[in-house]
């Protein structure tokens, strides 16, 4: 079992920053994949970015590149994901998820999930 806690969200200007984390407990975190999705209010859940266990490798939704960055330490148990250049349109609960097997952008093959932390953006 791994034990997912967000962290960071709030309420920003269009334009703003936040930076989200992701603590995890439980088994070896280094040897998971770990996610970003979001959710806004009566749509699904989508990917927003992926990091490998070793960090090594990321992926981005289109959305979301060359404004959002992934990264983890490992040491802290612990994956980070720094919002740039925020968007009203990036308001959703953001949820992070974990899975030995796959960083894929499918929320329903993940097999951990933290409970989310709300992202609002102010226009």
């Known amino acids: 079992q791994v034990q997912l806690v967000e962290s960071g969200g709030g309420l920003v200007q269009t334009g703003g920053s936040l930076s989200l984390s992701c603590a995890a407990s439980?088994?070896?975190?280094?040897?998971?994949?770990v996610s970003w999705f979001r959710q806004a209010p009566g749509k699904e859940r989508i990917f927003v970015a992926a990091i490998t266990w070793s960090g090594g490798s990321t992926n981005y939704a289109d959305s979301v590149k060359r404004r959002f960055t992934i990264s983890r330490d490992n040491a802290k148990n612990t994956v980070y994901l720094q919002m740039n250049s925020l968007k009203p349109e990036d308001t959703a609960v953001y949820y992070c998820?974990?899975?030995?097997?796959?960083?894929?952008?499918?929320?329903?093959?993940?097999?951990?999930w933290g409970q989310g932390t709300q992202v609002t953006v102010s226009s």
């Open positions: 998820a974990a899975d030995r097997n796959t960083w894929s952008t499918r929320a329903d093959v993940y097999d951990y």
């Open positions: 439980g088994r070896t975190f280094s040897n998971y994949y």
